[in-house]
Nanobody, 113 residues
Framework: QVQLVESGGGLVQSGGSLRLSCAASRNIYGPMAWYRQPPGKQRELVASIPRGGSTNYADSVKGRFTISRENTKNTIDLQMNSLKPEDTAVYYC?????????WGRGTQVTVSS
């Protein structure tokens, strides 16, 4: 089993920044990612990062968000800049192993206009 614990959410004004962190309870050799679920909408991919290799971003966050990974600490971060009200959502950490995939409980990000 893998536990994923997110931190760093909160309330911020439009144009502001937040940094989310996710800590895994053990080494993850597969990809990790951040997803989000806006109010009343489906969960969507924000950004993903393999253990080694190139990152992937949703078009809506390209140029504003940066995902990073520290394999020695089993963590991923999401630096979010130039936040917009439409970025308001619950943000979930995701990790994939050879056996199964795991989700964190989520952290709320609210961007006020």
């Amino acid at each position: 089993q893998v536990q994923l614990v997110e931190s760093g959410g909160g309330l911020v004004q439009s144009g502001g920044s937040l940094r989310l962190s996710c800590a895994a309870s053990r080494n993850i050799y597969g990809p990790m990612a951040w997803y989000r679920q806006p109010p009343g909408k489906q969960r969507e991919l924000v950004a993903s990062i393999p253990r080694g290799g190139s990152t992937n971003y949703a078009d809506s966050v390209k140029g504003r968000f940066t995902i990073s990974r520290e394999n020695t600490k089993n963590t991923i971060d999401l630096q979010m800049n130039s936040l917009k009200p439409e970025d308001t959502a619950v943000y979930y950490c995701y990790a994939e192993t050879a056996a199964k995939s795991y989700w964190g409980r989520g952290t709320q990000v609210t961007v006020s206009s």
